[in-house]
């Protein structure tokens, strides 16, 4: 005679106790998994809490699936009141999905997740975010042989079937661009167009001595040219105040690069080591000797790979002819201080699927597009 499994019991993450549990489950379901690399649990316990400075316009509940005491799942569930003051006073999101591959588990996470969304007030739902677009976003769907690079999701290839048979549809893709630096080639017609503007745009490194202005310049930069985008939602102030001080620590000066015209800013490019290549070796933990590892491998031995995950072209230049030719001229500017530092290869994320131009540029210079997140939603 078969056994009948446990029950699914899913509970409300409550105390510092759960929370550890919640962050600590997702590196039981990948312990097999090669291109597993565990998160900072630090980080993400402060990711979870009120020293994020999005937590001033997000609220959030967090639940765990259990099956005989044992953690099997956990979700998310979120309001963002940025969010809603551009899309309608109705939206809600879930994220930081992870679970075993069990219909029933998914099931009672969703159940959830949606109950509680219903509660505040939703009837669009999407996802998944950690916790908002302008962080980490999407569900994996094409990629997974390959590690995610710094801030960026991993998963199980079985989770889009569940949240299919959640009736989730798509809603947009993401696409991460892989590119190695000795491959990098500008062909002619790009070569004309970044030398007929050479003389009228000005490329020059971050000024360190004026960190807390430029990273405002930055912000303004990026609140314009991503306004029009699927999903936008603005960094606040304190948000790229806090996003500053993690590259200050971080990223070298001539990682990040502001393009002007006429002494006027209209466009950034910010690269980050690779930070995942630092933290492999630490399975989430910095104590008792982890920050002094991850302190060596970026300041001293330093990473192989980087990640841009910022770039921004104000409006007014996006459909004209210097668009593009700002992109390439600050890509041209990275590449330099990627070979000066023994940078072999990076990646470029997220453009959506649906920013053909940024695409067109990429595949042009010979990058490929080796990773797919997607984002669903639904009508409850």
Known sequence: MKKMSSPIVTEKVKDHQDLNAFISLAGSLYK?????????????????SVKNPASEHITWCAWIAKRDGVPVGRITAQIDTLHRELYGPDTGHFGMLEAIDDQEVFNSLFSAAESWLREHGAKQITGPFSLNINQESGLLIEGFDTPPSALMNHGHPYYQKHLLAQHY???IDLLAYWMRIDEIKFPAPLKAMMARERARIQIRPLDRSRFEAEMQTLRDIFNDAWAKNWGFVPFTEKEFSEMGAQLKLLVPNDFIYIAEIDGEPCAFIVAMPNINEAILPLNGRLLPFGWLRLLWKLKVTGTRTARIPLMGV????QFSRRGPTLALLLVE?????FIKRKIGAFEMSWILETNTGMRTIMERMGANAYKRYRLYEKHI
Request: glycine share 0%; charged share 35%.
């Open 314 to 317: 104000k409006q007014h230049y």
């Open 32 to 48: 097999d998994d090669p291109c597993w690399i565990e998160p900072l649990h630090l980080e993400r316990r402060e990711h979870l």
């Open 169 to 171: 549809a798509p809603a």
């Open 333 to 337: 500017a990275l590449k330099k201080s």
